[in-house]
């Protein structure tokens, strides 16, 4: 069960290292830090991936920036709680490392950053277009954990992709492929006041809908910005009627 509930979000990335540790939390006696990897795009830019690393993978007093590491792990979700607000924080939760030289660096860029996600949409994708006319959807997907946990990703497709996954209604189970990136963005705070933040999701370049006999009922969504959708109630928005799941 544990090995099945892996292979559905798996991610591998390679780049270089640049910055230091820092501690995140302790889970039974270990303790997990952040470190921050820069990873090259097939253009001439780049993105800044936060890896979670246990404390028993790696020694994480030693300064490692300008060095280059292969991960592999899961993309992973948790809800901070930022005073009266929840903020999703998410970040690459590495089961296996090593470090590389140059020359063990893999030709196609597109090999240095992969991710697959099997999971089901938990809310209304949004579909929009650029003011140059490219179309986007942004995607929340919940990918299950083991002992009922959940992952919630945010994904975004483009061109085809995007009119298709507009289509996918709460609850549709979908398989993607594609790259974890970063994107820079302002927030506006107040009348006068803006922030520049970092948003992290996966660029889908692959997506398909996967028909189910059986769709969850329910998504346990750990924040008031996702709110949990029941297939009774996607029936009832749909027909009218108040529909009840057979047993």
């Not at 942004?138 to 992709?161: E, F, H, M």
Request: proline residues 4%; charged residues 30%; glycine residues 6%.
């Amino acid at each position: 069960m544990l090995d099945k509930v892996i292979e559905n979000n798996r991610v591998s990335i390679i780049g270089e290292v640049v910055s230091e540790f820092q501690f995140s939390h302790e889970v039974f006696g270990e303790g997990f830090y952040l470190v921050n990897v820069s990873v090259d795009r097939l253009s001439d830019m780049v993105d800044i991936i936060p890896l979670m690393i246990s404390e028993r993978l790696i020694d994480v007093t030693k300064d490692y920036r300008g060095m280059k590491i292969e991960v592999s792990g899961q993309f992973r979700s948790y809800n901070r709680h930022e005073g009266l607000k929840n903020k999703l924080i998410l970040s690459i939760f590495v089961r296996e490392l090593q470090f590389v030289e140059d020359d063990d660096m893999p030709q196609e860029q597109s090999k240095s950053n992969q991710i697959y996600l099997d999971g089901y949409v938990c809310k209304p994708p949004i579909y929009r277009k650029t003011p140059l006319g490219r179309e986007i959807a942004d995607i929340l997907i919940a990918v299950n954990r083991p002992y009922g946990k959940s992952d919630y990703i945010p994904c975004i497709a483009w061109g085809r992709n995007a009119r298709f996954a507009s289509t996918i209604e709460v609850g549709g189970h979908l398989q993607v492929q594609g790259r974890v990136q970063s994107r820079e963005y302002t927030k506006k705070i107040n009348e006068e006041e803006t922030e520049k933040r970092v948003a992290y999701e996966v660029s889908v370049s692959k997506i398909d809908f996967v028909e189910d006999e059986e769709r969850p009922t329910h998504f346990p969504i750990p924040s008031k910005r996702y709110r949990s959708v029941s297939l009774s109630e996607i029936l009832r928005q749909k027909t009218g009627k108040t529909v009840r799941p057979s047993v």
